[in-house]
């Protein structure tokens, strides 16, 4: 089976619509490497409860709006 994308570069709105689709790896990979460093800073930090309680809800927050968006990192990066 096979899937093909194909844009006609001289349309300016498929010229986006090209470059959203060859950087949607960068951008999983920079979802992946935000959650990770959240996940970082509420495991190995030390941190004030106020801090530890803002980055949770930040981590939760992008989490929810990932889903909204239905979106999946760890299925975009399998």
Do not use: C, P
Request: hydrophobic share 40%; no cysteine.
């Amino acid at each position: 089976m096979k899937g093909i994308l194909e844009f006609n570069l001289d349309d300016s709105s498929e010229e986006k619509a090209f470059f959203r689709a060859a950087k949607a790896t960068d951008l999983a990979l920079t979802l992946w490497d935000l959650h990770q460093w959240l996940r970082s800073q509420i495991k190995y930090e030390t941190l004030e409860e106020n801090e530890l309680t803002l980055i949770e809800k930040v981590r939760d927050q992008l989490l929810e709006i990932e889903l909204g968006h239905g979106i999946d990192v760890d299925e975009l990066l399998d």
